[in-house]
């Protein structure tokens, strides 16, 4: 197969994350046989899905790495985060915390989650029950194998085929599906436009690992924050009606959110000329001499 520096397009793209989905249930397949020989749900562990997530993904990332065939460097583009701009990805996340669990709120309120799908989502950040399992799953793994996969190969083969706002859509709309939540569709959508919008004004994945590492690590931790917000960090005993954030909490989230996009927006460089896509050409084939009616001598 020949090197495509353009890898993917949309539908490649749509593959690619078909194929993480595929090789994380066969990953989790033989771990989830042992957790019934040893009568514990093994697959719920933090630790464990983690290392399946870095198995799947670095499988692909692996893949797609040989199918573009171009240097790491401009693969993964890590170049350093100025300084300037560290305040603006602060204020951003911390925005888009509030702001995304004011969501979550309001999509439980209309569909309530399942106890066990409730009971499965909140192991997974519950810094009470196996910190370390999940810090490794949340705040490393994730962040790393998600960033490399989605703002890292995905979005620049999108942006090397279609218009900004497409392939930033397109790349946030699977983002989305590989979370597989339909009571937190929100906040990997928006999450997804944002660091994708950063990752084309800067070039870098290093503003996004780092605003996806920050949210990540607030929601393993906001339960242990010394101030406790209704709606937000204070969690709900089953049976529960749904209980919504102070509207002067939301108002905050919404300025804070507004402020960091302006102050990115402002601060950021101008964004470097996107590469233009490598066209392969063929090598024109040599003229055909007619020879008809020529005798040889």
């Known amino acids: 197969m020949k090197a495509d520096a353009n890898y993917p ?12 989905f595929l090789l994380q249930g066969a990953l989790a397949m033989p771990v989830t046989l042992a957790g019934i020989l040893i009568h514990r749900p093994l697959v719920m562990l933090p630790a464990l899905i983690g290392g399946i997530n870095l198995l799947a993904i670095g499988a692909v990332l692996a893949w797609g790495k040989w199918r573009t065939r171009v240097p790491l460097g401009d693969l993964f583009p890590l170049r350093p985060l100025a300084p300037c701009l560290l305040l603006p990805v602060l204020l951003t996340v911390l925005g888009l915390t509030i702001l995304a669990s004011e969501a979550g709120n309001a999509l439980q309120h209309v569909l309530p989650m399942p106890r066990v799908v409730a009971d499965l989502f909140g192991g997974l950040v519950d810094a009470k029950e196996g910190f370390a399992g999940s810090a490794f799953l949340l ?3 994730a962040p790393l194998t998600e960033e490399l996969l989605f703002r890292g190969l995905i979005l ?19 983002f989305t599906l590989l979370h597989a939540n339909p009571w937190q569709v929100v906040t990997p959508m928006v999450l997804g436009l944002v660091l994708g919008w950063w990752f084309v004004r800067t070039r870098s994945l290093t503003p996004c690992l780092a605003g996806h590492t920050l949210l990540n690590a607030l929601a393993l931790t906001s339960t242990s ?9 204070v969690t709900a005993t089953p049976g529960d009606i749904t209980e919504f954030q102070p509207w002067w909490f939301n108002l905050a989230g919404l300025a804070l959110l507004l402020a960091g996009l302006w102050l990115f927006h402002r601060f950021a460089p101008p964004a470097p000329p996107m590469p233009p896509p490598v066209i392969t050409t063929l090598p024109a084939e040599p003229p055909v001499v007619r020879t008809e009616g020529v005798q040889p001598s």
Do not use: H, M, T
Request: without cysteine; glycine residues 10%.
């Open 9 to 20: 397009g949309l539908g490649q793209a749509a593959l690619l994350v078909l194929v993480v």
């Open 139 to 141: 705040v490393l793994v």
């Open 156 to 174: 620049r083969g999108l942006l090397r085929k279609y218009s900004v706002r497409k392939a930033l859509v397109a790349s946030a709309i699977l």
């Open 225 to 233: 924050f010394p101030y406790q917000i209704r709606g937000y960090n």
